[in-house]
């Protein structure tokens, strides 16, 4: 679905398989956002992003932008997602303005 929403915009998407090739491709290239699904196989998108914030500290680097994707819409997944160090929380589905809303929120 992002990639039609994103399909005539200047942003790259790039999709992974799990939360641990997230964790690796965020290791390996700069990105400007990452929109994390907190529903992922072997490593779920909170703890893929705890596990980038750890490396972002541990690298000195700067923190990357990170939405959190859920199906849950209430306020305590809302707040696991911050806590887990997600700048924001969009819950599905999403709609394509509201995901281009978020996404210039944060450039």
Known sequence: MFKIYLSKTPHTLIMVNDG???VARVKQEPFELVLMDIQMPNLDGYAATRAIRQWER???RMPVTIIALSAHATEGKKGESID???NDHLSKPIRKQELLDAIQKVR
């Open 58 to 60: 541990e690298q000195g």
């Open 20 to 22: 641990q090739e997230a």
């Open 84 to 86: 887990a160090g997600c």
